[in-house]
C-alpha cells in the first residue's frame, strides 16, 4: 500500500490517500497530547495509525512540516471553534456561557485539546507555543474582555475583576481542570467528576464571580 | 576556593559552605522555573551562581541529588507556606482567602514557583512531577473542600461548586495567572496589572464565586 500511494505523488490525492493522512494527523496529534512532543517518534505515530513510517514521511516530508499540519488542522479548529462566533458588540452575560459552552462541547470533540495546551503551548518550554501564539485570534479575546468591561462600565458586573483577564481566567479553569482532572481525582480517592459536573462547577464559579 | 571546600569535606560545613551552597540551589531553582530542567546545565547553574561546576557536584553529587534538593528545600517549602496553617475543623469564608493570601505572599517571595510548577509538576512531561506529587499534602487539600462541602451543606455556600475541584480552580487560577502575566500582558498591548490588582481579581472570582 505505501508503494502504491508514493507512485501517485504529484496527482491530486484519491479519498483514500486523504483518509490515510488524517489517520496519521490524528495519531500524531493524541501521541503529542499523551507523550509530549519531544516523547514521540515517528515511528509511534505511524504504528498507532496502522501505516509504515515512510507513509508518515510521504505525507508531511519531516517534522516541521508535520508539527505544521498539527497546529494548522487540528489544534486552530479548535481555536475556530471558541472563537469564531465572539463579535465585537457581545454582551458578557451571553458570550461568556456562550463561549464556555463552545469550550466544552469543544474538548468533547477533541479530547486531547487541554493536555496539548498545557503540554506544549501554555508554559515557555511548550513546543508548538511559538507556532501557536502568533496565530491565535487576540482580538476576538480583547472584544470578549470588552464587553466584561462595558458590563462593568453599566454597573451590572463585578467592578473587582480586571476583564482583559477574567477572559484568561474562564480559559485556564475549563483546560487545566479538562487536563488534570483524573489524576487529580486519584489523589483524592474519589471517581473524577462527570463532565456534566465540572461543566456546571466551572460556569457557575465564573458566572458567579462576574456578576454583582 | 573550591579546593578548600573540597579538602574540608566530611566536617560538619561552615557557613561560608552553606551560603555557597544556598546560592547553587537558589540558581539552580530559578534555571529549572525559567529554561526548564531539560534545558539547564550544570555549567548554567554554576555561572549563574558565581562558582565552578566542580563546586555544583561537590555539593549536590549528582543531577538527581540537585534535584531532590530543589524539591525538598525550594518547592516544597512553597507548600509548607501555603498548606501547614490548614485545619481539619477550617471554616471556607475564612480558610480560603486565608490560602490564597498565603499564595500570593508565597509567589512574593519566591517568584519562581508558578513557572516551575506550570512548566515541571503540572503537566504530564514535567520532569519534577513524578518527585512532588507523592509528597503534596493532599490531606490538608480534602480538609480545605471538606470546608466548603460543609459551608455548603449549611445552605451558606453555592451548591453549584465542587467543593473538592473549588480548592484545584484557586490553586490553578494563581499559579497559571502568575505564570503567564507577562508574556499574555503583551499580547494585548498593555502592561501586566500590578500584584494588587491580580490578587483583587482573583480573589473576587473566586470568593464571589463561592458564595450563594
Known sequence: MPKRLVATSGRPPN???????????????????????????????????????AMLHYYFKNRDRLL????????MRFVSHIWDPVREDAEALVAVPEFLARMFDGIAKMPWVPA??????????????????????????????????????????NPDLDPQLSVTSAICLVMLHAATIKPWAKRFDREP?????????ITSLILKGMRL
Chains 1, 2 share one sequence.
Open 15 to 53: 479519498r483514500k490517500q486523504r483518509e490515510a493522512r488524517e489517520l496519521l494527523l490524528n495519531a500524531a496529534t493524541e501521541l503529542f497530547a499523551s507523550h509530549g512532543v519531544a516523547g514521540t517518534t515517528f515511528v509511534m505515530i505511524a504504528k498507532r495509525a496502522g501505516f509504515t513510517p
Open 193 to 201: 467528576p462527570e463532565t456534566k459536573a465540572l461543566r456546571r462547577h
Open 68 to 75: 505544521d499540519a498539527v497546529v494548522e488542522e487540528r489544534f
Open 116 to 157: 496539548l495546551w498545557l503540554r506544549e503551548i501554555v508554559n515557555e518550554g511548550g513546543l508548538l507555543r511559538a507556532r501557536v501564539l502568533p496565530i491565535l485570534p487576540w482580538e476576538k479575546a480583547k472584544w470578549l474582555g470588552g464587553a466584561i468591561a462595558r458590563g462593568q462600565k453599566s454597573g451590572t458586573l
